[in-house]
């Protein structure tokens, strides 16, 4: 992939950034244009997921990879994006909650298609309530 060059790429980190952090110096010149397009975009773009909701997301994800980098920089950037102390304790709680069912369900071997099947049944009938 053709791209700019890592001075550009960098200026446009700093500019954006106020620095060009560690991480980004390290990754190869011929990748950076690429990473760092996808980086804005994903993380610091507006998509069809707010931002402060991606930066829960990514609070609950990396709860369950236990990458601390990861954890730190989601929950400041979910900060940055409005999120209270409040809401990303409900997403990593969220996280909790939600592997600990994986863990029951898959270490029970609850029958798949069963699962599907009342999970059918269990949105109509929360639909049907209102």
């Known amino acids: 992939?053709?791209?700019r060059s890592r001075s550009e790429v960098?200026?446009?980190i700093k500019?954006?950034?106020?620095l060009?952090?560690?991480f980004f110096s390290r990754i190869p010149d011929d990748l950076l244009d690429y990473?760092?397009?996808i980086f804005k975009r994903l993380e610091l773009g507006e998509t069809l997921i707010p931002n402060k909701y991606k930066e829960l997301i990514g609070i609950?994800?990396?709860s369950e990879t236990k990458c601390r980098y990861c954890t730190l920089f989601h929950t400041e950037a979910a900060k940055l994006?409005?999120?209270t102390d409040e809401e990303i304790q409900e997403a990593a709680h969220y996280a909790k909650n939600s592997l600990g069912w994986s863990a029951y369900l898959n270490g029970m071997r609850e029958d798949y298609d069963e699962f599907a099947?009342?999970?059918?049944q269990v949105k109509a009938h929360m639909a049907s309530q209102g």
């Open 60 to 62: 609950a994800l990396h």
């Open 20 to 22: 060009v952090p560690h």
């Open 1 to 3: 992939m053709a791209g």
């Open 15 to 18: 500019d954006t950034l106020g």
């Open 35 to 37: 990473e760092w397009e």
């Open 81 to 83: 994006f409005g999120a």
């Open 10 to 12: 960098e200026a446009e």
């Open 117 to 120: 099947q009342e999970l059918e």
